[in-house]
């Protein structure tokens, strides 16, 4: 998980948000520099989850707002990004 933290925190830095194209560009990333296969399906289950972290549903998911999520879920702010 520390590979796809680092890439938000990347893409975070650059414009101050993250799209879903760059995080699915990420999670591919991932996945073949570990030869992984992803799964059927995970596309839909990653837009569910982006949809629901991205507050103003602007297609861009903020640095604020996945503090938020994640407050929501239960992780605090010194937790983990991803």
């Known amino acids: ?10 893409e975070l830095e650059k414009d101050g948000g993250l799209s879903l194209g760059e995080l699915y560009a990420l999670i591919k990333e991932v996945a073949a520099k570990y030869d992984y296969d992803l799964p059927k399906g995970w596309k839909v ?8 972290v991205d507050a103003n549903h602007d297609g861009t998911v903020t640095g604020p707002e996945i503090e938020k999520a994640m407050a929501k879920a239960g992780k605090g702010k010194d937790d983990d990004l991803v």
């Open 45 to 52: 289950e990653v837009k569910k989850m982006f949809d629901w």
């Open 1 to 10: 998980m520390d590979d796809l933290e680092d890439g938000v925190k990347a």
